[in-house]
């Protein structure tokens, strides 16, 4: 029986769902397919028409969790009036708040999922694909309105950011502060310095001075060397190539 592209989406919604709550009841490792297909309501063989293994679920939830995220963020009214600060801080707060539910089961998959290396790229990939086009698209409207400078390393900044919301995360699963402040002291004073730098240009200064390095030493050293060259062969120059050889 042919279902409807919403029955589709819903099924795939309680897949995700009932994995979330068996792995973190059981473990990611004890729980198994056939266990969530029922909890989900499906045949033990439907599950597979939506996800081939346990771990593609985890992928799974974890592209939902970041399209959430943005999907939150384009809610926002006024959010296009918020500092650069404001608005990734806005985008880390919002991550870990819808986190918050489901803590059990992210502390649990978070690390072997998006700590997960090269290993499973092709899954990674769209996830922090979402993540890094969030960044970048608030990199470049604070650049438009000249918040900031326009940044020469903005992929290696978005890749900072990235780097720096995995790592947080994985501080906010271990604290046990009250309310996670010390999660929201570590947020605030660690985006305050990044931010300061971004606006003080540092990045574009330190391209700037290595290529100035660049030119000066380098390529004179390279001149130098050149005319050593033309010094020992004399000053000669060769002649053309395989000029005035017969054919055959």
């Not at 995700?16 to 056939?34: F, N, Q, S, W, Y």
């Not at 029922?38 to 799974?60: M, V």
């Not at 906010?172 to 002291?185: I, R």
Request: with cysteine.
């Amino acid at each position: 029986m042919k279902i409807s592209s919403e029955q589709k989406r819903e099924n795939r919604r309680n897949i995700i769902a009932a994995a979330v709550e068996l792995m973190a009841d059981k473990g990611p490792k004890a729980a198994t397919m056939r266990q969530i297909a029922r909890e989900a309501g499906l045949g033990d063989a439907t599950i597979y028409n939506y996800f081939p293994t346990k771990e593609a679920i985890l992928y799974g939830y974890y592209e939902d969790h970041f399209g959430e995220c943005i999907e939150a963020l384009k809610g926002m009214e006024a959010f296009n009036t918020f500092t650069l600060q404001e608005q990734i801080q806005t985008l880390f707060d919002t991550s870990l708040s819808l986190y918050l539910p489901h803590r059990e089961f992210v502390a649990a998959t978070f690390r072997q999922t998006l700590l997960a290396g090269s290993g499973d790229w092709a899954r990674l990939k769209p996830i922090r694909a979402l993540f890094l086009g969030a960044v970048q698209e608030m990199l470049t409207a604070a650049a438009e309105v000249g918040e900031i400078p326009e940044q020469v390393f903005e992929e290696m900044i978005c890749q900072f950011f990235m780097e720096a919301y995995l790592g947080v995360t994985v501080y906010w699963l271990e604290d046990t502060s009250d309310g996670f402040s010390n999660t929201a002291v570590l947020i605030d004073r660690g985006l305050d310095l990044a931010c300061a730098l971004l606006k003080a240009g540092v990045a574009n200064k330190l391209f700037d001075m290595g290529l100035f390095l660049f030119k000066t030493h380098v390529v004179s050293k390279m001149a130098a060397l050149a005319e050593l060259s033309a010094l020992k062969s004399g000053g000669k120059v060769k002649r053309r190539f395989m000029e005035g050889l017969n054919d055959g």
